[in-house]
């Protein structure tokens, strides 16, 4: 077996993203699917209105969802990606069929909606956004009316299902997250915090939270809310996400830089920069190979977990087959997608 190495060691493999075009507008907003027979999928939410689909492992466009009238601010697919949610500045939160991309339900809403999420088995969808409340809706009778919690006192900007879609996770501008039972409907717990948080990731495998605020990157126990660690970064971050191994985790920021830090030690081993503007969401590829960036600048960019290694549109040069080529490119990839 031939093991991709540099030549010498004092080489370094140059990091090459991925760019997916296309967007006109700020990417705030990225979800990837489960792993299908047919692979993986990205969303990217947009306030150009024009939430696209792509394969997720080499970014290329698989179709825009048209219908919205509005900046789109919160995207997902199901675990399958077969569908498709979106959360929109239009007071409405779709759902769409994300096979033929035709829009199968539009939910009014009296407000900007911002998070979209499915259960598991894709047949609630949970709504939150600038109206403060809660929503979930019955996705096979969309004609009753959703369940509503109400309890926070600023916009939502993020509600997830954990603990196998018994609780429900929310994010909101006044400063605090929240944890609901969805029986009951009632609060468990309150996180409160000095500034907004920017982001929540939910990490099903050992029931991790992890959410940003100013520059502080934060693990807690989903279930219990306690506080596993704090890590700080250089700038201030939008976003972070934890590898599915749990053994680094990435986030991104007002800096337009992409960090990679230890989880264990929490040493910060590398940072990228890529992007023209601000990094608005970061997440890992469900097989942990890659991560992807939405920015201010209107692109996403497709980062290798582990540099030098053929995967997608990353091809992996030996040393041996490099000739007189450049011996820094140690690897080839398609350093721009056209969308």
């Not at 979106?86 to 339900?105: I, N, Q």
């Not at 969808?125 to 009778?141: A, E, W």
């Not at 807690?220 to 890590?231: D, F, G, H, P, Q």
């Not at 030098?308 to 690897?331: A, H, I, R």
Request: charged share 20%; net charge negative.
């Amino acid at each position: 077996m031939t093991h991709c190495s540099p030549p010498h060691k004092t080489m370094a493999m140059r990091q090459t993203p991925l760019t997916c075009s296309g967007h006109t507008r700020p990417v705030v907003d990225l979800a990837f699917s489960g792993i299908t027979p047919y692979g993986y999928f990205l969303i990217s939410a947009c306030k150009d209105g024009k939430p696209m689909l792509r394969q997720g492992d080499t970014g290329d466009w698989i179709g825009t969802f048209l219908g919205h009238k509005g900046a789109v601010w919160g995207a997902t697919l199901n675990t399958d990606a077969t569908k498709a949610a979106t959360a929109a500045a239009d007071f409405t939160a779709k759902v769409w069929d994300a096979v033929s991309g035709d829009e199968v339900l539009s939910l009014a809403h009296k407000h900007i909606v911002k998070t979209v999420s499915f259960t598991q088995d894709s047949n609630c969808l949970l709504t939150g956004g600038n109206d403060k409340l809660l929503r979930i809706y019955d996705l096979s009778s969309p004609e009753a009316a959703p369940q509503e919690i109400s309890g926070h006192t600023s916009a939502i900007k993020k509600a997830l299902w954990c603990n196998n879609d018994q609780q429900i996770l929310s994010a909101a501008d006044d400063k605090t997250i929240r944890l609901w039972d969805r029986s009951s409907m009632e609060e468990v717990k309150t996180l409160t915090f000095d500034t907004s948080v920017s982001s929540m990731e939910y990490v099903a495998d050992g029931q991790i939270l992890v959410i940003t605020y100013g520059k502080t990157i934060a693990f807690y126990n989903a279930l219990s809310l306690e506080l596993i660690k704090t890590v700080e970064a250089p700038a201030p971050i939008n976003s972070a996400s934890l590898h599915p191994e749990k053994d680094f985790f990435v986030a991104g920021g007002d800096d337009f830089k992409l960090y990679k830090f230890d989880y264990s030690t929490k040493e910060e081993l590398e940072s990228y920069k890529g992007h023209f503007g601000p990094v608005h969401c970061v997440r890992f590829s469900p097989d942990g190979e890659l991560y992807a960036s939405g920015s201010e600048d209107g692109t996403l960019r497709l980062w290798q977990t582990a540099v030098g290694k053929t995967y997608g549109l990353w091809k992996c040069v030996l040393p041996e087959d490099l000739g007189s080529e450049n011996p820094e490119q140690l690897y080839t990839s398609t350093p721009e997608i056209k969308a």
